[in-house]
């Protein structure tokens, strides 16, 4: 039997993965690498065009927990740029960011993880293309994007919200900061009535533990925000959909968010118990989502009822938002909320929110 059947064979099922990995460890390394080099290309390269962007291949390879398989989906990708001109920029900075180097495997080490990630490789479905990919012409500048001067000020916000450790600070932060978003997308509102100006996708990765609940604190930053969510947790991401200036300030506010409530659930978690502390995790972050989603929300509201005259054009943005996520995924299903299974974790994590800086 051929190298190339062997390869064929166990992705398709027909042979034993071992017995698949004892072949080809006895077999000439002339014959096996062009072949497993081959199949890998044509992988990625189905899924590049499929949709997946850089940093998304390497998150969902990376979730696999093989060090040598991330550093083979992080090589494929760079391989995949060369001989192309136009990239996307955005594309080609996921590219450039993928890690480098590491320890090289002995072959056997080497032969069964690029077997193994060619098998999970091939599980993987095409997704909606939200940056060009390789080969096609970059997309030009974003229309609606978040001015550069307010991203900096909230940036600054998130790294003050992100150093102290005292409540009536975060307090002052927290307000300061989400009246600036708030402000800035009614500004946005007024400025971005042009046919032309529509709301866009993007993806931001969800790691694992505790998915599910890291996913229901975005969704509650996005709804806040003008923005809606769909998490699909077998991938590890979830697609945020909204105008840019409002995706611009989800993503920030959320990456600071999680950023302090791991900070304070490490803090306040009791000190015994696996199964005392994983309660009061999970309770811990859904009261955060939940408590997180009333504080933004009623900031917004407050700015809101300022410009009385926008509600038109907000709930058409709003109508908008929601019919660009109903195209990319017409069929939905409503996850179950997370259980609370810890006071302790519960009242903890309210709290935390209460403490939080939402810049």
Same mark, same amino acid.
């Given at each position: 039997?051929?190298?190339? &059947? ?7 099922? +027909? ?17 096996? !690498? ?6 890998? /290309? ?26 040598? *398989? ?14 192309? !001109? ?20 002995? $072959? ?13 490789? @091939?599980?993987?479905?095409?997704? *909606? ?17 978040? !001015?550069?001067?307010?991203?900096? %000020? ?20 927290? +307000?300061?900061?989400?009246? =600036?978003?708030? $402000?800035?997308?009614?500004?946005? #509102?007024?400025?971005?009535? @042009? ?18 609940? /890291? ?12 923005? $809606? ?15 840019? #200036? ?10 600071? =968010? ?15 118990? /696996? ?15 939940? $408590?997180?989603?009333? @504080?933004? &929300? *009623? ?9 009385? !005259? ?20 017409? %069929? ?19 709290? #935390? #929110? ?6």
């Amino acid at each position: 039997m051929s190298v190339d &059947e062997v390869v064929r064979g166990v992705l398709g099922g +027909a042979i034993p993965f071992e017995a698949g990995l004892d072949a080809l460890t006895v077999a000439p390394a002339a014959e096996v !690498d062009p072949v497993l080099a081959g199949a890998l /290309k044509t992988e990625f390269t189905r899924l590049i065009r499929g949709g997946w962007q850089p940093g998304e291949l390497y998150r969902v390879v990376a979730r696999l927990g093989d060090p040598v *398989q991330g550093r083979l989906a992080a090589d494929a990708v760079r391989e995949h740029l060369q001989g192309f !001109d136009d990239v996307d920029p955005r594309w080609r900075g996921q590219a450039e960011e993928l890690p480098r180097g590491g320890r090289v495997p002995d $072959r056997v080490t080497l032969l069964d993880s690029t077997l193994g990630l060619l098998r999970e490789l @091939r599980r993987l479905p095409a997704i *909606q293309v939200l940056i060009p990919p390789p080969g096609t012409v970059p997309a030009g500048p974003r229309a609606g994007g978040a !001015d550069n001067r307010v991203l900096d %000020r909230v940036r600054a916000l998130l790294a003050k919200a992100e150093s102290t450790d005292f409540p009536a600070e975060a307090e002052a932060f927290s +307000a300061k900061a989400q009246e =600036l978003i708030a $402000r800035h997308r009614i500004d946005d #509102a007024l400025s971005s009535e @042009r046919a032309d100006v529509t709301p866009f996708a993007r993806r931001i990765g969800v790691d694992h533990p505790y998915e599910s609940e /890291k996913a229901s604190l975005l969704d509650a930053v996005a709804r806040a925000n003008s923005c $809606r969510t769909v998490w699909s947790p077998e991938l590890g991401f979830s697609t945020l959909f909204g105008f840019d #200036a409002d995706i611009d300030a989800v993503e920030l506010l959320y990456t600071s =968010l999680l950023v302090q409530a791991n900070r304070a659930m490490a803090r306040d978690e009791p000190a015994k118990g /696996k199964a005392r502390v994983k309660a009061f995790r999970r309770s811990f972050l859904v009261a955060y989502a939940v $408590r997180i989603g009333e @504080r933004l &929300e *009623q900031t917004t509201r407050h700015e809101i009822e300022r410009h009385t !005259d926008l509600l038109p054009v907000l709930r058409n943005r709003d109508v908008q938002v929601r019919e660009a996520m109903d195209k990319a995924f017409p %069929r939905t299903v409503r996850s179950r909320g997370s259980r609370v299974d810890s006071l302790e974790g519960w009242e903890s994590g309210r709290a #935390a #929110a209460d403490e939080a800086k939402l810049a």
